[in-house]
Structure formats: C-alpha cells, structure tokens
C-alpha cells in the first residue's frame, strides 16, 4: 500500500464491494440455469412489486442505464415476459407490466435468489442480520447526502 493508498484488508469500502461481487456471482448461477441474469431477474421483481413502471424507473432500480434496460425490456416483451403498450398513455413512457408467464418465471427465480440469500446469511442470528441491515441502509444514506 503506497503512503496515500487505502488499506484494502480493513476497507470497509472495498469489503462491501467483494461482498457485492461474490452476491452478483452467485445469483448470476442460480439464474443462469433459468434463463436470466441478475438484471433480468431485477426487472421482473420491480413490476412484481410496482406494476406500471417506466424504463426509467426500471433502470434507477436494477442499477442500469436507461439504454440497457430499454433493450431489457425489448426482449422481455418479445420474449412475453412483461407486455407494454404501443403508445405511452401520459408523455412518453411506456409502462410494463409482467405477463403470466413473467410471474411464472419470476417465481422460480425468487426462489433461487432467495436460496442464495439464505446461504448468505447462514452464519448470522436474527439480531446480526437486523444489525447488518441498520448498519448497510445507514452507509447508504451518508452516501447520498449531499455535501455542501
């Protein structure tokens, strides 16, 4: 480590970083076998949980650009995952909504992802996880205050 360097064995920054990475991995292998990749699956679970949602509000959602989730949400409809319709009701986005066979799929998926999460948290009790959990939302909020 250079004088100005960070210490990548006690970097909270970089741990949680490793952590989302190895998360990453191993729900990109539970998914694979379905069919999907992390973003895929993402989509989906954000309809399930507020229909209607716009391209937009997808890619804030799944951390992608617009860009990406657009051509996402192209093969999805193609696919007959989601279905949006051919003209935007109100300015111009196009909310999706998931078909049956989104939900279908979806279920599978959310039971895959939920192994993985289960697996995660294993060595955990309950109190450690809710602290976990404080703690995590904690360092997402500092993060997106703004600075003046």
């Not at 078909?99 to 009790?125: F, I």
């Not at 809710?130 to 904690?138: C, F, K, V």
Request: hydrophobic fraction near 40%.
């Amino acid at each position: 480590m250079g004088q100005d360097g960070v210490d990548l064995g006690t970097s909270l920054g970089y741990l949680l970083k490793e952590a989302s990475s190895a998360l990453r991995a191993a729900m990109e292998e539970v998914l694979r076998p379905l069919g999907m990749s992390v973003t895929h699956y993402a989509c989906l679970e954000l309809l399930a949980q507020r229909p209607g949602l716009s391209n937009s509000e997808l890619a804030r959602g799944a951390f992608v650009t617009r860009q990406t989730m657009n051509v996402l949400l192209q093969s999805l409809e193609r696919d007959g995952y989601v279905t949006r319709p051919a003209e935007a009701p109100v300015g111009k986005a196009l909310p999706a909504r998931l078909t049956p066979l989104g939900r279908r799929s979806l279920a599978e998926a959310t039971a895959a992802v939920r192994s993985v999460e289960v697996r995660m948290l294993s060595g955990m009790t309950g109190a450690e996880r809710s602290e976990a959990s404080r703690l995590l939302r904690s360092m997402v909020r500092s993060l997106r205050e703004r600075r003046s």
